[in-house]
């Protein structure tokens, strides 16, 4: 067990360490569907509860389009013994998906641990509910890194910390397994539940946006009020 320093400044918690190694995750062709939408239409389909809020945004520009099963991590403000933890058990394909509690005074971490885990372990990409530092370098390497802040402190690393729990992010619960898509629009997250049947309203998408047939139902909203009004 980690020995915290013989300082009042902090204090260790009595809570565990959580570490749910096992996700039920969704199927990889429905995944690769949900990641040829655009994001807007993710959100159409999941509707407004599944939608992160806009300041979590993308830290590198342009934009690097993520798509991929959550691994979750939930973690103290500032503390990322958690995220360095999740590095070693995330899975090809996985989206980290940190819930640093929206602190962003310090980052959670940097362009080391990200690249070891997109290049080594074949982690899609990240979220976090905070900040984290080397954007430049992430933008050179082309990893998506989706975020609150840029911070260039790196904090503690006490724990405790929970791995594959619910989690919040930008105002959404994000639950192991669930879907996470992400472009420079935005982010959006498919329940695991739900993932077939919104990658399914994906596949039956009808080619174009078709805003002739939009337009002409606003018509008839339009023509309904001015009757009303008459």
Not at 16 to 27: A, L
């Amino acid at each position: 067990m980690s020995s915290f320093p013989n300082d009042r400044r902090w204090k260790k918690p009595l809570t565990p360490f959580v570490f749910n190694r096992d996700i039920d995750r969704p199927s990889p062709a429905d995944v690769a569907t949900l990641a040829q939408a655009d994001v807007t239409q993710i959100s159409d389909l999941v509707g407004r509860m599944y939608v992160c809020q806009p300041h979590l945004r993308s830290l590198v520009s342009p934009a690097v389009p993520l798509c991929g099963p959550a691994f979750t991590v939930k973690c103290p403000p500032g503390d990322n013994l958690g995220v360095m933890a999740a590095f070693r058990a995330i899975e090809r394909g996985d989206v980290l998906v940190v819930d640093g509690q929206g602190f962003t005074h310090w980052c959670m971490g940097g362009f080391e641990l990200l690249k070891y885990a997109c290049e080594l372990r074949g982690m899609a990409g990240l979220v976090v509910h905070g900040a984290w530092r080397d954007v430049a370098e992430a933008q050179a390497a082309g990893f998506p890194v989706y975020g609150l802040a840029v911070s260039p402190y790196s904090g503690p690393k006490f724990g405790p910390a929970e791995l594959n729990v619910p989690v919040g992010c930008a105002g959404v619960i994000i639950q192991p397994g669930d879907v996470v898509c992400a472009s420079t629009e935005g982010v959006a997250v498919v329940p695991r539940g739900s993932v077939p049947q919104v990658a399914q309203a994906v596949r039956e998408r009808k080619a174009g946006h078709g805003i002739e047939h939009f337009l002409d139902e606003m018509d008839e909203h339009v023509a309904a009020w001015l009757e009303d009004g008459k």
